[in-house]
């Protein structure tokens, strides 16, 4: 399903270390979320794979996935702190939106729970009680995974 590996990941999950985001998120992990993340713990794409760009042609880099419940580094952040303050306590993004991967800018790329859809979160574009911040930028994570390009090869 999954054409790259991940380096840099956080230390290997099983399923029970999954329970704590399943409870958090109030339902089971996709299949698809779930199958990557007991491959690889977050991360960066192998290669230096980390522009991603969409039929429209609008390109996006991702700085990193983020890991599930443990740490790569002292200030890393994982992904239950980040769908707790993006979701929870600032509303950026509706409750099933589970934040998957950023940007430099720390903005964050979400997995719609349902569609399996992926956006973007552009706080630049922010408006309070709206969510027209979020568009889609991959149909679903194994093409937002597999269509990452090199620098090279997005011609950056």
């Known amino acids: 399903m999954f054409n790259y590996k991940f380096e840099k990941c956080s230390r290997p999950l099983s399923e029970v270390d999954m329970s704590d985001i399943e409870s958090l998120i109030g339902q089971p992990l996709p299949v698809d979320v779930k199958e990557l993340y007991l491959l690889y713990n977050g991360g960066i794409i192998e290669g230096g794979r980390c522009t991603y760009i969409t039929a429209s042609q609008s390109e996006y880099g991702i700085n990193s996935f983020l890991p599930i419940k443990y740490k790569r580094y002292k200030d890393d952040l994982v992904m239950e702190d980040s769908y707790v303050f993006n979701a929870k306590l600032k509303s950026f993004i509706p409750p099933d939106y589970l934040p998957i991967a950023y940007d430099d800018g720390g903005f ?15 706080l630049d574009h922010y ?10 930028v991959a149909d679903s994570l194994a093409d937002f995974v597999n269509l990452m390009l090199t620098d090279d090869e997005a011609g950056i």
């Open 108 to 122: 964050v790329f979400c997995y719609k729970l349902g569609s399996g859809k992926i956006y973007f979160c552009s």
């Open 127 to 136: 408006e309070c009680n709206s969510f027209n911040h979020l568009e889609v």
